[in-house]
């Protein structure tokens, strides 16, 4: 334990803000607040604003440059006056700013160094009255800055720092880790950073936390935070079983072994082509990659698409014999569009339920990497029928196939106490399957189908010509780490 406070000690130098930064962060918040009731009072509305997330109470990671204003409009407003209203403001209060939108839009913008979102919402009375989702923001707000003292919110920053620091902070749909509001709950429920990695570490999913002891329904996810502020919500909904058991395995190596390198993000260097090829040599089996344009759409609607699609391409290399030893998505987008994986998600704030913070579409291209252990089938396939000896289905088996005239199909005949019957196979080489028209009929993402009618498809050594473009994700691929 000596060792571990030791290594808390220097991270904790490193990721708290240092009084010159928390000094600058509110003389801007309290400028921008300034400015927003000045944009209010010329409504023909009435309104409020306050400060959320994570600089609003003082569990940012130094450096961090984020400020969340929230107008927070009567809630019998209508959706459409919200969003006239609420951009008014936005652009009163940053007038180099410009619109994105989540559940509705919005208005960010930059002020002296600070990335400010000003997110018009609801005043509604509970959680649970929301009208849309980023009304429940400000009770998130609430709920912790009535609870986090000075030290909790110290060890708040550092969960936030190890989680960047093992690549599984962050809840937009492209890294599907934990959100700040997430972390920060975890914090608060367990008592401190050093007793939530020690109650990880023994984890046995599924796991729930309850805060309030109020939940009004049952959950099916691997690690469930009720929502303290509604019944009815699990907080980790977008956490995926991979980031759970990242967190896990890093919380064991942490208390096993500290070091200050599990508070720093390592983002690797790409791969070039001859290091693809290296892989390729020494591993022995065929890559494919099905690469097509990507969506115009912002990442939260692209990875989730690009997942289905995916999983619709390895069932079907899987069901036509071409064994899928591993398989991914990718784009070559640098980073991520919604903050970035180590941003401080929901969207930024840390506790927002859409993505607020989702910039441009950065990727152009997007591919669905394969790796199999067979890429050619024998031109005949097997098919095994019931034994003989279960009548009824024996018996409408070979009935099935007892007239079947095709000359490529063999049988039925019995093998030990089953019919059998061998057929033509349809697709006998891997490409042959990718470029058909059957492998766009599996299940793709909807605005993926369309691209994808227009695809490349690479086997062998062609897709180490992905490097230039997909190098990060290459070497995520070919160089797997927890």
């Known amino acids: 334990m000596d060792d571990l406070e030791a290594v808390l000690s220097r991270v904790r130098e490193r990721v708290l803000p240092e009084p010159e930064e928390r000094e600058r962060l509110r003389a801007a918040a309290t400028a921008l607040t300034d400015r927003t009731h000045e944009a209010i009072a010329d409504l023909p509305v009435g309104a409020?604003?306050?400060?959320?997330?994570?600089?609003?109470?003082?569990?940012?990671?130094?450096?961090?440059?984020?400020?969340?204003?929230?107008?927070?409009?009567?809630?019998?407003?209508?959706?459409a006056e919200l969003e006239e209203y609420g951009l008014a403001v936005g652009h009163a209060v940053l007038p180099d700013g410009h619109e994105e939108y989540a559940e509705h839009p919005y208005v960010?913008?930059?002020?002296?160094?600070?990335?400010?979102?000003?997110?018009?919402?609801?005043?509604?009375?509970?959680?649970?009255?929301?009208?849309?989702?980023?009304?429940?923001?400000p009770f998130h707000d609430a709920y912790l800055s009535a609870?986090?003292?000075?030290?909790?919110?110290?060890?708040?920053?550092?969960?936030?720092?190890?989680?960047?620091?093992?690549?599984?902070y962050g809840s937009d749909l492209r890294t599907e880790g934990f959100s700040g509001y997430l972390t920060e709950l975890l914090v608060l429920e367990l008592g401190g950073f050093v007793p939530l990695v020690e109650s990880a570490r023994s984890w046995h999913p599924p796991v729930e936390f309850d805060p309030e002891g109020h939940a009004e329904r049952t959950f099916e996810d691997p690690l469930v935070v009720v929502?303290?502020?509604?019944?009815?919500?699990?907080?980790?909904?977008?956490?995926?079983?991979?980031?759970?058991?990242?967190?896990?395995?890093?919380?064991?190596?942490l208390l096993a072994a500290p070091s200050e390198a599990l508070f720093e993000p390592d983002e690797p260097e790409p791969l070039d082509p001859e290091e693809v090829r290296a892989h390729l040599d020494r591993r022995g089996t065929t890559p494919v990659a099905v690469v097509f344009d990507a969506p115009?759409?912002?990442?939260?609607?692209?990875?989730?698409?690009?997942r289905r699609s995916l999983d619709g391409i390895v069932g079907g290399l899987n069901d036509h014999g071409f064994d899928?030893?591993?398989?991914?998505?990718m784009t070559d987008a640098a980073g991520t569009r919604n903050g970035g994986e180590g941003s401080d998600a929901d969207g930024g704030s840390g506790d927002r339920e859409v993505p607020e913070r989702a910039a441009a579409v950065e990727s152009t291209r997007a591919a669905l990497d394969a790796e199999l252990e067979v890429t050619e089938r024998p031109a005949v396939a097997r098919h095994d029928g019931p034994p003989v000896a279960v009548r009824k289905h024996a018996a409408n088996f070979y009935e099935s196939y007892v007239d079947d005239v095709d000359p490529d199909t063999y049988g039925p005949f019995i093998d030990g106490d089953r019919y059998v019957v061998e057929r033509e196979r349809e697709f006998v080489t891997v490409r042959g399957y990718l470029e058909s028209d059957a492998a766009g009929d599996v299940a793709l993402g909807a605005q993926v189908e369309p691209a994808f009618a227009d695809r490349d498809v690479l086997?062998?050594?062609?897709?180490?010509?992905?490097?230039?473009?997909?190098?990060?994700?290459?070497?995520?691929?070919?160089?797997?780490?927890?």
């Open 48 to 79: 409020d604003v306050v400060q959320v997330g994570s600089t609003a109470r003082g569990t940012w990671v130094a450096g961090d440059r984020d400020i969340d204003l929230f107008v927070r409009f009567d809630a019998d407003l209508d959706r």
């Open 108 to 137: 960010k913008g930059n002020y002296e160094g600070f990335d400010v979102d000003l997110v018009p919402c609801h005043d509604v009375e509970t959680a649970g009255d929301l009208v849309s989702a980023v009304d429940r923001t």
């Open 147 to 168: 609870r986090l003292d000075d030290d909790l919110a110290a060890d708040v920053v550092l969960a936030k720092a190890f989680l960047k620091g093992i690549g599984a």
């Open 227 to 253: 929502d303290p502020t509604d019944p009815t919500r699990n907080v980790a909904a977008v956490l995926s079983a991979t980031n759970l058991a990242r967190f896990q395995h890093y919380a064991r190596e």
């Open 296 to 306: 115009d759409v912002v990442d939260d609607q692209l990875w989730p698409q690009l």
């Open 324 to 329: 899928v030893l591993r398989a991914r998505a």
């Open 459 to 482: 086997v062998g050594e062609a897709v180490a010509t992905l490097a230039p473009a997909f190098g990060r994700p290459l070497r995520g691929f070919y160089e797997p780490r927890p």
